[in-house]
């Protein structure tokens, strides 16, 4: 069993910058992908970032290109994402996920998720 535990959430004014951490415990050697999601108010839940733990591989959705970063510390069993120059259609719930996914971006294929971080940026 995995547990993902998400932090670092919080309300900024635009072009502000916060840095999600997501730290993992348990059976981590069973996914090598860790990502993550959000969900806005009345919208679907949409893949953000992704990176495979074995190689470092990652993966961004077009519209937080060039603004964040999806890293890794094996050291701690954390990921993190660091969000800058946030706007204020990034505001959402955001979501940490662990698994093996062919794609990315599809969450059904991720096994494991965390509870969430609410993340406001206002204009």
């Known amino acids: 069993q995995v547990q993902l535990v998400e932090s670092g959430g919080g309300s900024v004014q635009a072009g502000g910058s916060l840095r999600l951490s997501c730290a993992a415990s348990?059976?981590?050697?069973?996914?090598?992908?860790m990502g993550w999601f959000r969900q806005a108010p009345g919208k679907e839940r949409e893949g953000v970032a992704a990176?495979?733990?074995?190689?470092?591989?990652?993966y961004y959705a077009d519209s937080v290109k060039g603004r964040f970063t999806i890293s890794q510390d094996n050291a701690k069993n954390t990921v993190y994402l660091q969000m800058n120059s946030l706007k204020p259609e990034d505001t959402a719930m955001y979501y940490c996920?662990?698994?093996?996914?062919?794609?990315?971006?599809?969450?059904?294929?991720?096994?494991?998720w965390g509870q969430g971080t609410q993340v406001t940026v206002s204009s």
């Open positions: 348990g059976y981590t050697y069973s996914s090598n992908c």
């Open positions: 996920a662990a698994g093996d996914p062919l794609r990315w971006y599809q969450e059904e294929e991720f096994g494991y």
């Open positions: 990176i495979y733990t074995g190689g470092g591989s990652t």
